[in-house]
């Protein structure tokens, strides 16, 4: 979660002892059955004890998908030159 929200800039919220993926398919079910609506669900959030990742230090994350995205650049011209014959 820590690198979660460093790499988005944005503060993380997750539940203290896991369970994320069980609780959201319980979002997941609870919407498609018609039983909540989705703006609904941020407060069954409010009600559970939860861990909060605030963003530090993203720098490192964000200089190497610069990088990524400069290669992934020139790779695609090269590549799209198709097989040497």
């Known amino acids: 979660m ?3 929200a460093d790499v988005s800039g944005r503060p993380v919220r997750a539940m203290p002892e896991g369970g ?18 989705p703006e609904a669900l941020s407060g069954w959030l409010g009600q559970l004890e939860q861990r909060r ?12 998908y610069v990088r990524y995205r400069e290669l992934y650049r020139r790779l695609s011209e090269w590549f799209a030159e198709g097989e040497p014959s």
């Open 20 to 37: 994320e993926a069980a609780f959201g398919d319980a979002m997941v079910a609870a919407v498609g059955l018609g039983m909540e609506k």
């Open 53 to 64: 990742f605030l963003p530090q230090g993203g720098d490192g994350y964000r200089r190497g």
């Open 2 to 4: 820590r690198i979660l």
